[in-house]
């Protein structure tokens, strides 16, 4: 794969990002950890939060989109105007209508106005907005446990309970197996050119007989069949009840099965320019993750940089290079 630097990969203008849209059950939602126990945008609250609990400084953000979410966890401008790049602040609100952590002030507001002796104050941590709430709070007063607010919404999974203060992430909210991390890439020697060879790569971890580093099948050999082939490998090797955490360095393949595949089924996976490349694979994306959902088993994606310092990453790299010259 072509290395990215620091820089965050350009989407492909062949591929049309989706439109602004009012947020309903159907819109994927990004959170953007920047400081946590693991940086990154993960698409599920409940994993995201495994970040943030007990991380003293944490620093995360919900948003509309991919592009604004990795550039935010980059520390850079944002590319849209979805969101602004001024720091985080944390309102503790430990008397109120409902007391918790909220991220914006408006929504903190809502739930002290019209509270009789209300009790809140700014941080500019997490960690120390939660302290001051379960300091002053009346326990028995507590409707459910303290859940910081994303973007002024509440979150998603909130009734989910947060796990005492901890100075590690606490375990997956599915305690019978956990969540099975795993790294995925292609690889295209060639790319774009005839004669082209490409390779995917799964990895698992070291020694782990479930790696698979194999020639990417069919007559088109590009890099981006073989990122999005890599990725149902992984679908295919796990179980479906389990959860799944597929970290990869490639942007295009986690918008394509998260955030494009609406539109492109509503407009019968066709784009201005054509039919949408790589329908096929999308498509059996799209339906092993709803046949793993359907077993109770989430999937979550987790974008890395590309050839930088993340072992995982460099060992997926490696097999994919080595099956494309298979």
């Known amino acids: 794969m072509p290395s990215t630097g620091n820089s965050i990969v350009p989407v492909p203008a062949t591929e049309p990002p989706t439109k602004k849209r009012k947020m309903d059950a159907t819109e994927q939602k990004y959170y953007a950890v920047r400081a946590g126990f693991k940086p990154g945008v993960y698409t599920s609250w409940a994993i995201c939060q495994q970040q943030i ?8 953000k919900s948003f509309l989109n991919y592009e604004d979410a990795s550039a935010f966890v980059a520390g850079r401008n944002l590319p849209s105007s979805t969101s602004d790049s001024k720091p985080p602040r944390f309102y503790g609100v430990a008397i109120g ?15 002290i106005v019209g509270w009789k002796g209300p009790k809140y104050k700014k941080f500019e941590t997490w960690a120390e907005a939660e302290t001051f709430v379960k300091t002053y709070s009346n326990a028995a007063k507590l409707a ?56 995917v790569g799964v990895y698992f971890g070291e020694g782990d007989p479930r790696n698979i580093s194999e020639r990417l099948q069919g007559e088109t050999q590009t890099n981006q069949r073989a990122e999005l082939t890599a990725i149902l ?4 090797t796990v179980d479906l009840a389990r959860d799944l955490e597929i970290r990869t360095d490639s942007k295009y ?19 201005r320019a054509g039919p949408v ?30 050839h930088d310092t993340d072992q995982g990453n460099i060992a997926a790299d490696r097999l994919a290079v080595a099956g494309a010259m298979k």
């Open 233 to 236: 490998r992984a679908l295919e």
């Open 253 to 271: 393949s986690i918008q394509c099965v998260t955030e494009w595949y609406i539109n492109w089924e509503k407009n019968g996976w066709k784009t």
């Open 53 to 60: 609990t007990g991380f003293k400084g944490a620093q995360f």
């Open 97 to 111: 209508r409902k007391p918790g952590v909220y991220t914006e002030w408006s929504a903190a507001q809502e739930a």
């Open 144 to 199: 459910g446990p303290l859940v910081p607010e994303a973007n002024g919404h509440e979150a998603d999974e909130a009734e989910e309970p947060r796990a005492k203060k901890a100075k590690k992430a606490p375990k997956p909210a599915n305690s019978r197996s956990g969540v099975e991390v795993v790294y995925t890439d292609g690889s295209s020697l060639g790319n774009g050119r005839v004669g082209a060879s490409a390779g």
């Open 277 to 306: 490349k790589n329908q096929d694979l999308v498509q059996l994306v799209r339906d092993k993750i709803e046949e793993r959902e359907a077993k109770g088993g989430r999937t979550q994606f987790i974008w890395v940089k590309g």
